[in-house]
């Protein structure tokens, strides 16, 4: 298959479906971009169709969308950011893939590939999206996000070399230095290891899932299910951080419009990890709980939920890996800083 621009506003939509965080300005911006470089069109490729040998670079946004729009890119951000990988390991990437395919992390590993004349593979490293660079089936198959190689908008390149939990926590001051977003290029891999480290078919999918009339369960290639339909009736802000992650604790409360009339109480660090429907356990990390708006279909973030909002509330079943029990350690409640 060759993703062209017949196939871009298609993956496009697709990225959108349970993306939370996505900025519509820094989403157009990657889009056109994306459409600027494509030309003929990138090859999208199964890593079990890539010679064993071949280096595959992970591609993806590090830091804020809202930066991103504010502090325009060169264009040329995933080069650099991928040929100081390829200097670091002293090979050239003959494949790029996806972290995670929410948004602008569906686009930007297309724009390498389409700036390094390399197939893309039908795959990322999530299967959903998780808030951490650490948190990925790569990292679950035993391989570490560094070397990994940092291109930011205003010319910085840094190459971080930290052991696999560190590195999180040893990149977020840099992005912030570098003016709130960058490109990093990481996860280096051949393609023997990714075959059994990526979660496989999954750009396929949000093309399939983003067409005119498709439904959008196609974009969940582990299940959907919707947990309730209702109204926001209460946003409470929590206290207490934890150190790991990049955001405060809250609590949205939604009355259930039918059925059993339950209060459904969605807890969110970051993201939405926990949902209890009259106090019992609905659904928790690591599926994705996202809340949709009823009127529009778009996704609402934790900090855009407002009393008075029609909403539904699906669940998007995670890989198997993640309901392992390594899996549940880096992607589950525990995760998050919650406890049952």
Known sequence: MILDRDALEPLAAGSRLFATG????????????????IAAGVPLVPADRLPGDTLCAVVTLVGSTTALAESLPTGQEPLRAVHALQHRIGAEAGAVVALNLAAENALLPLIAAAQLGVPLVDGDGSGRVFPLVEQTTYALAGHSPAPLALAGAGGELVLLETAPDRVEATLRPVVLSAGGWAVAACY???A????????????SRLLHAGRPGADRALAAPYGLRRLALGTIIAVEGGGGRAAHLPSL??????????????????????????????GAVAATAPDQICLISSGDGVVIDVDQAEPGMEVEVVVVKAAPVWHTEQGRALGGLQAFGITL
């Open 188 to 190: 280096p891999m051949r």
């Open 249 to 278: 604790p809250s609590s949205v409360v939604i009355g259930e419009s039918d059925g059993l009339r339950r209060l459904v109480r969605l807890e969110a660090h970051n993201e939405f990890v926990l949902a209890l429907a009259d």
């Open 192 to 203: 023997r290891q990714l075959r059994s480290a990526v979660v496989p078919g999954t750009v």
């Open 22 to 37: 996505a900025a519509d300005s820094s989403f157009a911006l990657v889009r056109d971009w994306a459409d600027e470089v």
